[in-house]
T-cell receptor
Framework: GAGVSQSPSNKVTEKGKDVELRCDPI?????LYWYRQSLGQGLEFLIY????????KSGLPSDRFSAERTGGSVSTLTIQRTQQEDSAVYLC???????????FGQGTRLTVV | AQRVTQPEKLLSVFKGAPVELKCNYS??????LFWYVQYSRQRLQLLLR??SRESIKGFTADLNKGETSFHLKKPFAQEEDSAMYYC???????????FGSGTKLNVKP
């Protein structure tokens, strides 16, 4: 596609439910990143994929968070047993490698009620 | 450990005034520095990077390794510059980006 696509754009879920957030990177981009943007907190790194493997998942806040990437393309971020503090905008970005910038999606706004 | 610090959460200036958004980093190696901007209801996008040494929308940023800074400057702010600005660092040869907490720039008419 023309850019990084994320779905859904908005998600409201009840506390305790599981949610899946999807990211379609730019075709051919080998690196994929997930960040979380909370009000007043800036961008919090969650996980980074190179191809299908995740060499750095140090930013995942708890074991309720997991992510996978298949076929070197689409990635899914799963949050189990959501809590109110999980409410934030989840951003996905992709890049071709170490010499280019990261291109961001529009984000998924998650609200846990 | 790598860290990017943006000391100002909010910066308000009048149209036509100079603006400087501060960014300091901690990294002992060779960093790549970037400024990203997020306009209202738009996605985060690259504004400029230090290796390009370019001016985008009148903005410039110089990497000062001695002071470990990469401040973003514009001599005459415009209302359309109002946005959220993020400074980011990437270690040369690595993919992970480290972002600062962001500075909201408000340019008043």
């Amino acid at each position: 596609g023309a850019g990084v696509s994320q779905s859904p754009s908005n998600k409201v879920t009840e506390k305790g439910k599981d949610v899946e957030l999807r990211c379609d990177p730019i075709s051919g981009h080998t690196a994929l990143y997930w960040y979380r943007q909370s009000l007043g907190q800036g961008l919090e790194f969650l996980i980074y994929f190179q191809g299908n493997s995740a060499p750095d998942k140090s930013g995942l806040p708890s074991d309720r968070f997991s992510a996978e990437r298949t076929g070197g393309s689409v990635s899914t971020l799963t949050i189990q047993r959501t809590q109110q503090e999980d409410s934030a905008v989840y951003l996905c970005a992709s890049s071709t490698g170490t010499i280019t910038e990261a291109f961001f999606g529009q984000g998924t706004r998650l609200t846990v009620v | 450990a790598q860290r990017v610090t943006q000391p100002e959460k909010l910066l308000s200036v009048f149209k036509g005034a100079p603006v400087e958004l501060k960014c300091n980093y901690s990294y002992s190696g060779s960093p790549e520095l970037f400024w990203y901007v997020q306009y209202s209801r738009q996605r985060l996008q690259l504004l400029l990077r230090h290796i390009s040494r370019e001016s985008i929308k009148g903005f410039t940023a110089d990497l000062n390794k001695g002071e470990t800074s990469f401040h973003l400057k514009k001599p005459f702010a415009q209302e359309e510059d109002s946005a959220m600005y993020y400074c980011a660092l990437r270690r040369a040869g690595f993919n992970k980006f480290y972002f600062g907490s962001g500075t909201k720039l408000n340019v008043k008419p």
